[in-house]
């Protein structure tokens, strides 16, 4: 399957802007980002670090209003959150007095599922990213690899049609990410959600998406946005593939180039 | 290699309580014997007071007086801390008047007191009141505003309005710092108790240990100073059995 399918749009960024007021000035943390969103599309977003990424996840979360210009979910504006919007943090942000289990159906009892129909959805979630074993451990028992993959059952339990994603695997070391990359690649692969996932990783953004979007230094705006045209399923393998490591040093130069200009 | 023989904690403690016990009766055989009673004759004045049911009169009214006044000041606390924490207009109106209040030693406002409530009961327990709610209060509503803002942020996104945020992110994160605030509200309790039972009253520790002073009877003054210590490590120990019970989940455990 190719990177430019046909779609309907979900998610449409219109000229968002972003002015953080601080004591030492404004910081213009996003100047008017377009940029659209297709559904069941993996949409990779890189740039230095202070562009404004997270700025941009947490306005489409909801967790943010923007300055200036919109977003529009469904056709919809967006204000505050949507049970169609999870988000996956890089702090994992479990709720450390809940225990695994407890932690998945948060979201869940929040919709007022009853049981026996809300532990169920859990057990499949926690199934999902295999962690049955571990149901009943509280977070401060669990590796970060483990928690992160609560984090994610625990999104995808009040099945959003869109997960937000901020380095969800970069507290995470080298081995646990590439096998976090082969999960969510399988699990996007059988469920189709759209996924927004940032990352300062050029390899990771690649390897899962169908688009990387590379953004400027700040003030943040959409600079290019590169299709990758690699079928899937993708494996680690495909990290060795030619098509895959000349797409590596053209988005790795434009990333570069952001870079330097950061350190200006 | 030799293998490094464990000592249990246990042991250690009563290693140390030995040792204390050893120095105490040093200094009692030495000149300053005459204030300070022996080991041996305290535990004899704890014996006949025991016997003759004094001692637990005001064991009784002492504890009676620091539960009341910080059961009062632990249930006007959390509610006040909580409201601190979370409406931004309580915490602009009420945090000054802690902070300030907060700097006072109980001993000064004591007198005002008395004169306004009387020598019995009521003027202890108010006192201890106003003492423990401070302390208490202060600690909960640093508990409240230090609520992590990933984790509100993570409620929010799973479709917890604000009174969701409240009662299942704010109430039990901030649930650790209930109990620490427990127990410096206990101790502070104890302090305050001391001086207030010291300006006035008929029973209770702090008095026997005055009227026992007055008439030199130095081996009341220690064993009562000793039932004091001994009452605060109990009420230290409670607090951190249910610790131990309530707050398992936390990442780490502070030490007590
Ligand atoms: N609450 C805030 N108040 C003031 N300025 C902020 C706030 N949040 C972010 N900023 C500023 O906005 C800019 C963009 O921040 P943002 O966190 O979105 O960057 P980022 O691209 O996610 O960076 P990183 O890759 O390091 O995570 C930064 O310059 C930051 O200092
Ligand atoms: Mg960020």
Redesign the interface.
């Given at each position: 399957m190719a990177g430019n399918a046909s779609g309907n749009v979900i998610v449409k960024i219109d000229h968002v802007e972003k002015i953080y007021q601080g004591r030492a000035g404004n910081v213009t943390a996003l100047n008017g980002v377009d940029l659209e969103i297709k559904e069941n599309e993996f949409v990779s977003v890189v740039g230095p670090s202070g562009c404004g990424k997270s700025t941009l996840l947490n306005i489409i979360?909801?967790?943010e209003e923007p300055t200036g210009g919109k977003v529009y979910v469904k056709g919809k504006e967006v204000v505050g959150?949507g049970?169609e919007?999870?988000?996956i943090?890089q702090?994992y942000?479990?709720?450390?007095?809940?225990t695994v289990k407890k932690n998945v159906k948060?979201?869940l009892k929040?919709?007022g599922i009853q049981e026996p129909k809300l532990s169920e959805i859990a057990e499949k979630y926690i199934h999902l990213v295999g962690l049955e074993e571990f149901s009943e451990s509280?977070?401060?028992e669990l590796s970060g690899g483990m928690k992160q993959r609560v984090a994610i059952a625990?999104a995808y339990a009040?099945n959003p049609q869109i997960l937000l994603m901020d380095e969800p695997f970069g507290a995470l070391d080298a081995q646990t990410r590439t096998q976090l990359q082969t999960e969510l690649l399988n699990t996007w692969e059988q469920e189709r959600k759209t996924c927004f996932f940032i990352t300062h990783d050029v390899e990771e953004a690649i390897i899962l998406a169908q688009k990387v979007v590379i953004m400027s230094a700040r003030p943040g705006r959409v600079k290019e946005i590169i299709p990758v045209n690699i079928p899937y399923p993708r494996t680690q393998e495909t990290k060795m593939t030619k098509e895959f490591l000349d797409l590596k040093v053209k988005i790795w130069g434009l990333v570069y180039r952001e870079f330097l200009e950061v350190r200006k | 290699m030799k293998k490094k023989r464990t000592i249990d904690k246990r042991v250690w403690s009563l290693i140390s309580l030995v040792m204390c016990l050893i120095i105490w009766q040093l200094i009692s055989i030495s000149s300053a014997g005459a204030v300070f009673a022996s080991p041996e004759r305290t535990l004899m004045a704890f014996i006949s007071m025991a016997q003759d049911g004094t001692i637990w009169v005001h064991i009784g009214y002492s504890l009676f007086r620091v539960l009341a006044g910080f059961a009062l000041g632990l249930i006007a606390a959390i509610p006040v801390a909580f409201l601190m924490g979370w409406y931004k207009i309580a915490q602009y109106l009420l945090e000054p008047v802690v902070q300030f209040v907060r700097t006072i030693p109980p001993i000064a406002y004591i007198p005002l007191v008395i004169v306004a409530l009387g020598v019995d009961e009521s003027s202890k327990v108010m006192v201890i009141f106003i003492a423990t709610f401070l302390v208490m209060v202060i600690t909960i509503y640093q508990g409240v505003k230090s609520v992590d803002s990933t984790l509100v942020k993570a409620a929010k996104v799973l479709g917890a309005g604000d009174k969701d945020i409240f009662f299942h992110v704010v109430v039990p994160a901030s649930f650790p710092f209930v109990l620490t605030a427990i127990r410096l509200g206990l101790s502070a309790g104890l302090t305050t108790l001391i001086a207030s039972e010291l300006t006035g009253a008929s029973k209770g520790l702090g008095t026997m240990i005055q009227e026992a002073s007055m008439y030199f009877r130095m081996d009341v003054v220690i064993m009562g100073i000793v039932v004091i210590g001994i009452i605060g490590l109990l009420l230290n120990k409670i607090v951190h059995l249910l610790e131990r019970w309530l707050t398992g989940w936390q990442e780490t455990h502070q030490a007590t």
């Open positions: 979360a909801g967790l959150t049970k919007r999870g988000v943090f702090q942000a479990l709720f450390p007095w809940l948060f979201g929040l919709q509280y977070p401060k625990r009040v | -």
